[in-house]
């Protein structure tokens, strides 16, 4: 993947300044939510460039839009999506903004609010050159639950798995210190226990309600939730209690407001962990998908075998490669 994200030279400052609602602001952020203000990191527009081929999907609900197209003869994916409406940027927001009147009704009116544009911005993700994976992803489709066996898992998920190898670059880059270096918020650096936490960035974190973090061990050998043994609980019971904590010195939410889980399937074939706050309904956070990080643990103490041997079940999607497999086999 190209990388289009200036590095920022500014890290954070201190590290104990309450925190309400709302995630401080780094040194070059100006308050209305830019970075570096004044002086943009990136000011060429690499989407001028972005011919649209067509909308995977979207969400009036969630206000985003999933994009697939061409980026300079490279296949594209382009997410936007509109950002909460900010507390602290509040006065700044009504005082500076060109109203519409659209209509009055006794004590109704309704209004279009211009914004200035830093209150106005689009939270963009792009992935370039995405692969055919990356497409069939974000495209609308149908979901169906699967059941999956000790036995399905080493006969079918596995095998796939193994054949198409799919590239965890970035978790490497970011164990690495390759990418996102400025971003982590606490580091084991155990190679066993270890781990790095640092915001998915889904999470604009300009605002505490919808925190979401993920935890990225160090370790290397463990796909997902089928590897994990009872010699791993020291390393899940780290991240549990030391990403926690670290949630609490930053952003001063407590654990009782934490929803800590993991993805099965994942998302990434290596080992990580998801805090979002609850309240946030996080993508990905519902029953068939999330095992609270809480339960993996006890599940392990009381049989070391469990995730090798329980089944399992998730959805998949109707273009899901790994489904096709579940069919051809006739386990579904
Ligand atoms: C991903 C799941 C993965 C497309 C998209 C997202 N958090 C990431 C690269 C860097 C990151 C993440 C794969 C990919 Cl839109 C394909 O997510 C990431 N960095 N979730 C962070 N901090």
Request: with cysteine; proline share 5%.
């Amino acid at each position: 993947m190209a990388d289009y994200t200036a590095k920022r030279e500014t890290g954070d400052g201190a590290e104990s300044e309450p925190v309400s609602h709302r995630v401080k602001r780094t040194k070059a952020d100006d308050g209305a939510g830019r970075k570096d203000a004044g002086k943009e990191p990136e000011c060429t527009n690499i989407l001028q460039g972005f011919k649209t081929s067509r909308v995977l999907s979207d969400s009036a609900r969630e206000k985003n839009i999933f994009i697939h197209g061409k980026l300079a003869d490279e296949e594209a994916v382009v997410i936007l999506e509109k950002t909460p409406i900010r507390e602290d940027t509040l006065a700044d927001l009504l005082s500076a903004s060109v109203l519409k009147l659209e209509m009055k009704n006794d004590i109704y009116s309704t209004y279009r609010l211009q914004a200035p544009p830093q209150f106005n911005e689009i939270k963009t993700t792009v992935v370039c050159p995405a692969t055919e994976k990356h497409v069939k992803k974000y495209q609308r489709q149908e979901s169906f639950l699967v059941e999956e066996t000790g036995e399905d898992y080493q006969s079918i998920t596995l095998p796939y798995l193994q054949q198409h190898n799919f590239s965890v670059q970035w978790v490497y880059n970011i164990l690495e210190k390759k990418a996102e270096a400025d971003r982590i918020v606490y580091e084991d650096p155990d190679p066993n226990v270890g781990f790095v936490l640092l915001p998915d960035f889904k999470w604009d974190q300009k605002q505490v309600d919808d925190l979401y973090l993920i935890a990225i061990a160090h370790c290397r050998d463990i796909k997902s939730l089928r590897d994990l043994k009872s010699e791993h609980l020291p390393l899940l019971k780290n991240i549990f209690q030391k990403g926690k904590e670290a949630i609490m010195q930053r952003y001063h939410i407590p654990a009782n407001k934490l929803r800590v889980y993991l993805h099965y399937q994942p998302s990434y074939y290596h080992l990580h962990v998801h805090f979002t706050k609850l309240g946030y309904e996080a993508p990905g956070c519902s029953v068939e998908r999330a095992h609270l990080l809480s339960d993996v643990i006890q599940n392990l103490q009381c049989d070391p075998q469990y995730y090798r041997t329980r089944t399992l079940y998730f959805p998949l999607k109707a273009e899901d490669g790994l489904l096709r497999e579940f069919k051809e086999t006739g386990r579904l």
